[in-house]
């Protein structure tokens, strides 16, 4: 039987979780990290941005973690970490497709959107292979003395307030953990979601609808060799080197190549508009959905799927609580809404952040601060909600979509500005989640975006209405839809 008595168990060893376990090793914590599984394993959530890396870097420059820095950049990464995959990330690109249609560029490119995010490879953001990247983590939490407990099985969760109480199943033996303080880092697992009966909000109430069919695959074309030379003369990057969104009628595709031959796909769908056929295997619906799409069957001509397709149900969901005095929930633990945007790693990245900052604190004023962050990470969980929601909503309106995004992309690239300089404070929010006048400004954009069939009217009013955040020159018509830098670069 295993026996440990640890200020802080993880629940959960994705690199939230492992990361945090990390953090309060060099605060001189005891940890128990326990694992359902075991590592290297498939993990979907793979696309890293510039906000993910800076928390990153912030994590390894305040806790002393110099081996972690190399992995905020994808030139660092390749010169540190060649052993560890990864794919190189320039950006975002989107492109509309048609039914029974081939793609092709339309005048002034209404049909498709490319944003850089940094100006080099080297400073590039990455697609994480969370295969090699979370088992990594694992090892490295090993090495700064976590007690890691794979192929864990719990079957109870005691609260003894103050404190917790765990016990499980290993194939060597029993295990028993004590510990003070509880972080739910399962994702989907809902571990502690379960054992405390956490409220869930009425799905009726989010605004986001989507189910997922993805999986990870060899020989999947480049979507720049699909498109050929003259349709991709303007790109900024290639843009396979990106968070590719294919976009299709009621849904859209990610398409993110890690170097190592493998790529991670999947469809999005809006499961009104497509609900699960019965009697339609996933490889069958994955097929169909191919087939409608005459541009893209033509990149997945050859491609293998390395295992077995996952179709999900409807993705989104949110708690009404994220943290007790003695107990907190990564944001996977706590919510989520779509792949659209990569959000999730950043999102989870700003949590560890913060509870890292909770752990390095006094212990009289835990309990304070883990309620803080829970409001903040229920209040940001919604606010992605209304990003993501709100472009669902404009699938069908590809000029409409492009403005809407950049709602998205203004917030995202004011707060990297922010770290960039060296302003933002350790509890600021995600993507301006706290900033009122934003906020303001945000809301009224996308209630027009919803609907609005003018979209030349709609960039101007979110030209105009962005002006105070946009910085780097975006909803510019003169641009094409074309934005070959999206910051100060200067200094990156
Ligand atoms: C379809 C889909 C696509 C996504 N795409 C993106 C993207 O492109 N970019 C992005 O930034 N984010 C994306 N995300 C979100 C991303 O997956 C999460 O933000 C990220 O994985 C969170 O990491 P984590 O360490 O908190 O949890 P996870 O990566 O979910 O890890 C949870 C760990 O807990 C373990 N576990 C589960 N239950 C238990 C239990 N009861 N006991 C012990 N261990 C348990 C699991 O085995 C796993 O190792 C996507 C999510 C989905 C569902």
Redesign the pocket.
């Known amino acids: 039987m295993t026996r440990l008595d640890c200020d802080l168990v993880v629940?959960?060893?994705?690199?939230?979780?492992?990361?945090l376990a990390i953090v309060a090793r060099s605060l001189g914590l005891s940890v128990a990290v326990?694992?359902?599984?075991t590592?290297p394993?498939f993990?979907?959530?793979?696309?890293?941005?510039p906000l993910?890396d800076f928390k990153l870097a912030r994590i390894a420059d305040r806790f002393g973690l110099d081996w972690l820095r190399p992995l905020a950049k994808y030139g660092p990464w390749k010169a540190t970490y060649p052993h560890l995959s990864c794919g190189l990330k320039r950006g975002f690109s989107f492109f509309r497709h048609r039914a029974g249609e081939s793609f092709a560029p339309a005048e002034g490119n209404a049909n498709a959107l490319i944003v850089a995010a940094s100006p080099t490879d080297a400073t590039a953001d990455t697609?994480w292979y969370?295969p090699d990247f979370?088992a990594h983590l694992v090892e490295r939490a090993v090495a700064a003395g976590a007690h890691y407990l794979d192929r864990?099985?719990?079957h109870t969760l005691r609260h003894t307030k103050p404190g917790w109480e765990i016990e499980?199943a290993r194939p060597d033996g029993a295990v028993s953990v004590r510990a003070g303080l509880l972080i739910d880092?399962?994702?989907?697992?809902?571990?502690l979601a379960e054992a405390l009966k956490l409220e869930a909000v009425d799905p009726a109430q989010l605004r986001t609808r989507s189910r997922?069919l993805?999986s990870h695959f060899r020989g999947v074309a480049h979507w720049h060799d699909v498109l050929g030379p003259a349709a991709t003369a303007d790109h900024p990057f290639p843009c396979d080197a990106a968070?590719l969104h294919q976009i299709i009628d009621g849904g859209w595709m990610?398409v993110?190549r890690f170097e190592n031959g493998i790529t991670?796909a999947?469809f999005?769908l809006d499961p009104d508009r497509h609900p699960v056929r019965p009697g339609e295997s996933p490889d069958a619906e994955w097929r169909r959905l191919l087939d409608t799409y005459p541009s893209l069957a033509r990149q997945f001509a050859d491609a293998v799927p390395t295992r077995p397709l996952?179709r999900?149900g409807r993705?989104q969901r949110r708690l009404t609580r994220a943290a007790g005095p003695d107990w907190a929930l990564?944001?996977?633990?706590a919510g989520?809404l779509?792949?659209w945007l990569?959000?999730?790693?950043?999102?989870?990245l700003y949590?560890v952040n913060r509870l890292a900052n909770v752990l390095a604190d006094e212990p009289a004023a835990r309990a304070r601060r883990l309620a803080g962050y829970g409001d903040a990470v229920l209040r940001e969980l919604a606010w992605v909600d209304e990003i993501t929601g709100t472009c669902f909503e404009c699938l069908d309106r590809f000029p409409v979509l492009a403005t809407a995004v950049m709602v998205y992309f203004t917030a995202a690239i004011y707060c990297e500005e922010r770290e960039r300089r060296g302003e933002a404070g350790p509890d600021e929010g995600f993507l301006l989640a706290d900033h009122p006048e934003y906020r303001a400004a945000a809301a009224k954009l996308f209630a027009a975006a919803r609907t609005t069939a003018d979209a030349d009217a709609f960039l101007a009013a979110a030209r105009r209405a962005l002006e105070p955040y946009n910085s780097c020159g975006l909803c510019d018509p003169r641009r094409r839809n074309m934005y070959p830098y999206t910051a100060s670069h200067a200094a990156r």
């Open positions: 629940l959960g060893s994705g690199f939230g979780g492992t990361l326990v694992e359902r599984g590592h394993r993990a979907i959530g793979e696309s890293s941005t993910a697609h969370r979370d864990c099985e719990v499980g880092a399962t994702g989907t697992g809902q571990a997922a993805y968070a990610w993110l991670s999947g999005s996952v999900t993705l990564l944001p996977h633990a989520f779509d792949a990569s959000p999730g790693i950043a999102q989870t949590a």
